[in-house]
């Protein structure tokens, strides 16, 4: 079984602290949707797929004609299973009544909204296109319509303070949605909102006080019923995203498109970020590959692992890590950021916060 993604990079805007690999030249629509048609051709084989995903970019910014003909060229050159979960990224000014009828009829059943924040005054320095009313208005609109919906949203935003941040979340269960992603502001170089920050011109909040939000919003999350499953994401039970966890389980999929990587029998492979190039090349605009070899199967084992809530099996870690992961188990269960579930072992959500730099001791 497999999964599909397909990367739609068209946005209306950079928004400040964004380094996707984005086009806000949307003319390139037509002819950047072939390429990726022509992708897909030269790669299936009628294997079955049961979760397909639709990223950007802004896919919701792609007419309903594109996705329509995208939807086709997977289906004649797929087996899409019966119930595949089929999500798309949307922004909240794209979310309406109409649009979500449309792209039900295109077989998506999961919607995924970049609302980020519902505090205006936050939405303001990222660049956004929507305000906290719109916001709510495309969450109303994609729970009422009975589709699985995902909010993503942003911890250690400028203007950001406990209480608008627990606001924000509070909008978002009110809302009803059955899943939610919240991801910590990453300041990526090269983007103005770092260089607005390094200038001094635009204030971030402490990370004492963020990562305090961050085991707030864990606990509070679970109290509302959406059980955190992953470091940045939490769910009803049976709304988790499916696709995610095929990345996370090292399970196979082809990613179509700019940036797009797939990881099919032991081979990572990633498409070039540029869209001309691509455009101009689908079938050789690849920038990089590697077989893996047991080290590195050996790494992501426990790197995707232990980014999930149920962890890795402690006697699995020893198995892969020897004494050494018997030391890093160790010291973890004693400065509090593992703990042990049963027979796994498991980030406690201190730990999570720092898990990059915790799981780098162990390789
Ligand atoms: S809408 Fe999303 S992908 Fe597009 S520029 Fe903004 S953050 Fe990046």
Not at 303 to 320: A, K, N, P
Request: aromatic share 10%.
């Amino acid at each position: 079984m497999l999964g599909l993604y397909v990367h739609l990079p068209f946005c209306r805007v950079h928004c400040t602290y964004c380094a996707f690999a984005i086009s806000t030249d949307i003319s390139l629509q037509q002819r950047y949707v072939d390429a990726v048609i022509a992708e897909i051709a030269s790669r299936a084989a009628g294997e079955e797929v049961d979760t397909l995903y639709f990223g950007g970019g802004t896919p919701s910014r792609v007419s309903i004609e594109n996705l329509a003909r995208l939807a086709a060229a997977i289906r004649d050159r797929f087996a899409v299973a019966a119930g595949a979960e089929f999500s798309i990224e949307a922004n909240p000014e794209d979310v309406t009544g109409e649009s979500l009828e449309a792209w039900r009829e295109l077989g998506i059943n999961r919607v995924s909204i970049g609302v980020q924040s519902f505090a205006d005054r936050e939405l303001e320095p990222l660049g956004r296109l929507h305000g906290r009313e719109r916001a709510r208005e495309a969450l109303s609109a994609a729970v009422g319509s009975g589709v699985r919906t995902n909010v993503d949203l942003i911890l250690g935003l400028p203007n950001q303070t406990a209480a608008t941040f627990q606001e924000t979340l509070e909008t978002a269960i009110a809302g009803g949605a059955g899943h939610l992603s919240l991801y910590m502001l990453d300041l990526e170089e090269g983007t103005p909102l770092k260089a607005q920050v390094v200038r001094g011109r635009t204030h971030l909040p402490d990370d004492e006080g963020v990562a305090a939000l961050y085991e707030y919003a864990i606990s509070r999350l679970a109290e509302a019923g959406l059980a955190q499953y992953e470091i940045s994401n939490f769910a009803r039970r049976g709304e988790e995203c499916r696709h995610n966890l095929r990345y996370w389980n090292r399970g196979a999929y082809h990613g179509f498109g700019i940036a797009a990587h797939s990881f099919v029998g032991s081979q990572r492979f990633a498409n070039t970020r540029n869209i001309r190039h691509y455009i101009d090349a689908p079938l050789s605009a690849r920038d990089f590959s590697e077989n893996l070899g047991p080290g590195e199967v050996r790494r992501e084992t426990i790197f995707l692992g232990l980014r999930q809530t149920s962890g890795v099996s402690y006697d699995h870690l020893v198995e892969l890590c020897g004494q050494e992961g018997v030391e890093w188990v160790e010291r973890g269960l004693q400065d509090g950021w593992l703990r042990r579930a049963e027979e796994r072992v498991v980030f406690t959500p201190y730990g999570f916060l720092l898990s990059n730099d915790y799981i780098s001791q162990l390789f």
